[in-house]
């Protein structure tokens, strides 16, 4: 079973701070991977994708991989109260498929 | 506004009553995908198509069917709603059969409640 780990939270940081989401996978061979932002009673909204070791920029956000550690992180600088939503990572199936699965996600709450 | 559509945004239905949830996407992607959302579940796929003509079983396929006869339309049908049914459903969509980054876009989801 493939499985992709997050803490649920909330993880609440004060308004400017940096927010430090983590996520960790099971699938060795996963090449893609994923931050969505879900805000309350609204659909997953793509954010970020990285598909090779190190950083990736975008803005404030910030995404991370380690495939050594089947480890990917996403960093909000400058956090805002607006970036309160949860934020749910995705590994692309490593097989011959589409698929992706899915963490249960992170709450987030920025405090203003 | 190019995207993907959802109908109904909710529906209450009672048990044993048939049902299809309809998504429409205007971004030519290949591949489209069906998932429920439950608290303290995640996303879980239902059932998705790698192109048109084409479906697949997901995670959680019983009890719901799908059809994709262009590349526009997957539709989600309920044959006989039950009430461990009731979810958020969500579609989604990717540009290519088995691409290498396949990020996937949602539509606005539908909250069904079967009674």
């Known amino acids: 079973q493939k499985e992709v780990e997050q803490n649920s939270g909330p993880l609440s940081v004060p308004e400017g701070a940096i927010a430090s989401l983590n996520c960790t996978y099971s699938?060795?061979?996963?090449?893609?991977f994923f931050w969505y932002r879900q805000y309350s009673g609204k659909s997953p909204e793509l954010i970020m994708s990285i598909y090779s070791n190190g950083d990736k920029e975008d803005g404030r956000f910030t995404a991370q991989l380690n495939k050594a550690s089947q480890y990917v992180s996403l960093l909000i600088r400058d956090s805002q109260p607006s970036d309160s939503a949860t934020y749910l990572c995705a590994v692309k199936d490593g097989g011959a498929t589409n698929k992706l699965i899915f963490g249960t996600g992170t709450l987030l709450a920025v405090q203003p | 506004i190019a995207g993907i559509t959802q109908a109904p945004t909710s529906q209450i239905l009672a048990a044993g009553r048939r049902m299809t949830l309809r998504c429409t996407q205007d971004?030519?992607?290949?591949?489209m995908y069906w998932y429920r959302q439950d608290l303290g579940l995640g996303l879980r796929l239902i059932h998705y198509s790698n192109t048109a003509g084409t479906t697949g079983k997901g995670e959680v396929p019983d009890g719901y069917s799908v059809s994709r006869a262009n590349t526009d339309d997957f539709p989600l049908t309920l044959a006989s709603a039950v009430p461990s049914q009731t979810s958020v459903y969500f579609c989604a969509s990717s540009e290519g059969e088995t691409t290498f980054y396949n990020e996937q876009f949602f539509g606005p989801g539908t909250r069904l409640t079967v009674l």
């Open positions: 971004m030519r992607h290949n591949a």
């Open positions: 699938d060795r061979v996963s090449q893609s």
